[in-house]
DNA sequence: CAGCATCCACGATGATACTG
DNA sequence: CAGTATCATCGTGGATGCTG
């Protein structure tokens, strides 16, 4: 018979996030980052190249969507596929990991575009 | 009749995650931050205290538990009562708004937890 | 207990220039 | 085209100390 008392390693079985160090904290990071969002929610509808995810996505510096890209690629979330031509092209497209974070993500992301008038009526409430 | 290009307005008309100064943007920074994620589901099992939250939360300090709670007040996530009493009360939890939020963040908070242990073998064979 | 003010360190992010 | 390398910077986040 068990312990009443098994929250530790009932929580620890797959991931806790409440629990200070463990790795799936960094998964949430990658997921939840400021371009990770745009980029699984923007791979949904297909395959992108590199510039077109940059074109698409406002405000990303070529850097840093290389960056986002590759811990996504890291995570298993997203698929890089580097055709050797020239000029180079590469594809990028999501893996069937990444469809299933996707739709999470996508999920979240269509909630507040669409209630994010809400948001902002209530922040109007409180200045007033 | 429309023309047949009203992908500007109709995407505009709620928020456009995707558009570099839409204040979506700071909607979703609110709701995907390191801690606001933590907050949000955290809250979902009731009314905390803030020293509740920040027991519960690893590794999170006052000022973050503090501006975070602050950032997802204002955006009419979270409510705040404060009881006049010596010593100081204070009592967290969800409005309508955020309960709903919390739903779509929990979702993606538990498919990390329970996929955790999968990224982590990717993240292994890449090594390899 | 709850939280604000201050100072400080570091990481995230961006602009720029260069390469395969 | 698709990056990488470098440098500068800006914000995030933490430690500390103080207050109602």
């Not at 990658?30 to 074109?55: C, E, M, N």
């Not at 997203?78 to 180079?88: A, E, F, I, L, T």
């Amino acid at each position: 018979m068990k312990t009443s008392i098994p929250t530790l390693s009932e929580q620890m079985r797959d991931g806790n996030l409440f629990a200070e160090q463990c790795p799936s904290r960094d998964v949430l990071k990658h997921v939840t980052s400021r371009w990770g969002v745009l980029i699984l929610v923007a791979l949904r509808q297909g395959t992108h190249r590199f510039s077109d995810l940059r074109r698409k996505m406002g405000g990303v510096s070529e850097k840093m969507l290389a960056q986002s890209l590759q811990a996504l690629e890291q995570d298993g979330f997203v698929d890089r596929v580097s055709y050797p031509v020239v000029p180079p092209h590469v594809e990028y497209s999501l893996t069937p990991l990444g469809v299933e974070v996707s739709e999470k993500v996508a999920d979240l992301a269509d909630w507040i575009e669409v209630n994010t008038p809400q948001v902002l009526a209530h922040r109007d409430d409180r200045a007033a």
